[in-house]
């Protein structure tokens, strides 16, 4: 009888280990299909398009956008954002549309603001819903037909959009 024990015990132990071992090399497994498994944070089709769409053959410049977003969402149906842009807003230099992205919403296109010279100031403040982790687009389109852009990371830990 007590060699039946042992052998039970043995079993147990060598399950758990098996099990172990299979968690721990899943993630390996998962990418034995050649890599071919989408990242994470890659962005959806739809922002493809829609960031096509809206700047043309323009090449946007990483430079004078700042945006205040947190790092990390603790509810993605309530995310504050600030978006400034360094502009004269003059008649001759100004911005004309800030465009609000996400990479990864089931609707990329979040917001567009217009803006003009009687603005003052190109800056606008709202909320905004992200369903998962992913980056987060500002594209200022200004009067000479150029375009900046700032990409920011936010880290969602419970998704709104209703996903």
Same mark, same amino acid.
């Given at each position: 009888?007590?060699?039946?024990? !042992?052998?039970?015990?043995?079993?147990?132990?060598?399950?758990?280990?098996?099990?172990?071992?299979?968690?721990?090399l899943a993630p390996w497994a998962a990418r034995a299909d050649g890599g071919a498994a989408a990242e994470p944070f890659a962005p959806s089709q739809e922002f493809k398009d829609d960031f096509a769409r809206i700047v043309g053959a323009a090449?946007? =410049?990483?430079?004078?956008?700042? =945006? !205040?977003?947190?790092?990390?969402?603790d509810n993605g149906n309530f995310v504050p954002i600030?978006?400034? =842009?360094?502009?004269?807003?003059?008649?001759? !230099?100004?911005?004309?549309?800030?465009?609000?992205?996400?990479?990864?919403?089931?609707?990329?296109?979040?917001?567009?603001?217009?803006?003009?010279?009687?603005?003052?100031?190109?800056?606008?403040?709202?909320r905004m819903r992200l369903a998962k982790t992913q980056d987060v687009i500002v594209l200022a389109e200004l009067s000479t037909g150029a375009f900046l852009i700032s990409t920011t990371r936010v880290g969602v830990t419970i998704g709104g959009c209703g996903i």
């Open positions: 009888m007590n060699d039946r024990a !042992d052998i039970s015990i043995l079993s147990r132990r060598t399950f758990i280990v098996a099990g172990a071992a299979g968690a721990v090449t946007p =410049v990483a430079s004078k956008v700042s =945006v !205040d977003l947190p790092e990390t969402a600030t978006i400034s =842009v360094d502009s004269p807003m003059t008649e001759a !230099d100004h911005v004309k549309a800030i465009y609000l992205l996400s990479t990864a919403n089931p609707h990329a296109h979040v917001a567009t603001f217009h803006l003009s010279p009687v603005n003052a100031i190109a800056r606008v403040q709202s």
